[in-house]
């Protein structure tokens, strides 16, 4: 199979190409590739003619998006659009990874993929865009909406909870934020079973189980072992950017076709054992 992936060196795109490393790729990212260059992004995709697109690159900070709003819209609006464009002119079906923050997060219950969205934040707004011009411009899509993802090496959430914690002798986290931490190869590992059927549609993909954020730093200390800082609980985080509080993911679909993720606590211990 010919694939291409787009932000390819983020976490996301560096399992991706673990996961599909016996298959042709085309490698997109900056700054090599600018997917908010129309003409030129088509060209490059339509020269490959890849059998399938998995495009994963966007503008992810969500405060950061607050700050730039054009620059969000540019590259995850319109990238996404060029993207799309691109899946048209050469026949390729289309996978969009979304998020969790399309929702508001104002329910108990888990969202499943066909619930209305209302994503409170700029960050949150362009990706609902994007999943609509995929829907409307590409037939053979998948919307794969997933959350809290994470990944060995580099920058992430796992990473700076350790980091602060070797650092401080207290650490604040918040009780109020509930969501799936999600371990990027296993994401990667969901998309390519959902590429190889012909199941289009919207799918949520994130390792079972839901937890706080505090959970999760808990989690985190236990794991590498650190007992020299406090954890405390919060509910006093103030960031740019509106949250949803409860966006907690149902795989309905997915799970229809045999597509499921494991326990978020288990993929936390295979980062560990491969950190």
Same mark, same amino acid.
């Given at each position: ?12 795109? !560096? ?25 030129? @992004? ?11 697109? $998995? ?21 995850? %609006? ?9 899946? @048209? ?12 923050? %399309? ?8 969202? !499943?993929?066909?619930?209305? @969205? ?16 995929? !829907?409307?411009? %590409? ?21 700076? $909870?350790? !980091? ?9 986290? $918040? ?101």
């Amino acid at each position: 199979m010919r694939i291409a992936i787009t932000g390819s060196s983020g976490q996301l795109g !560096r399992a991706l190409q673990a996961e599909f490393a016996d298959e042709e790729l085309l490698l997109i990212d900056l700054p090599e590739h600018d997917i908010t260059n129309l003409t030129a @992004i088509v060209d490059t995709v339509s020269r490959f003619r890849p059998d399938a697109i $998995v495009h994963g690159a966007a503008i992810t900070n969500v405060d950061g998006c607050e700050s730039d709003p054009d620059l969000a819209y540019r590259v995850n %609006v319109l990238g996404t659009r060029n993207m799309a464009a691109a899946a @048209i002119e050469t026949g390729a079906r289309m996978a969009y990874v979304s998020t969790d923050y %399309v929702f508001d997060g104002t329910r108990d219950d888990p969202y !499943r993929e066909w619930d209305d @969205i209302n994503p409170l934040s700029v960050y949150g707004r362009t990706k609902a865009v994007g999943e609509r011009i995929v !829907r409307q411009m %590409v037939p053979r899509h998948y919307v794969a909406r997933t959350a809290w993802l994470y990944h060995n090496g580099g920058r992430n959430f796992v990473e700076t $909870v350790i !980091r602060l914690a070797e650092e401080r002798e207290q650490l604040q986290m $918040v009780t109020d934020e509930l969501g799936s931490p999600t371990y990027a190869p296993d994401l990667a590992a969901a998309l390519a079973a959902l590429l190889r059927l012909p199941a289009y549609g919207t799918y949520h993909l994130t390792n079972a189980g839901v937890c706080s954020r505090f959970d999760w730093a808990q989690a985190i200390l236990e794991l590498a072992g650190i007992d020299s800082c406090e954890l405390l609980p919060s509910e006093n985080y103030v960031r740019a950017a509106r949250v949803p509080k409860h966006a907690r993911l149902l795989n309905f679909n997915g799970a229809e076709v045999g597509v499921t993720l494991r326990p978020w606590r288990e993929a936390l211990e295979v980062y560990f054992a491969n950190r």
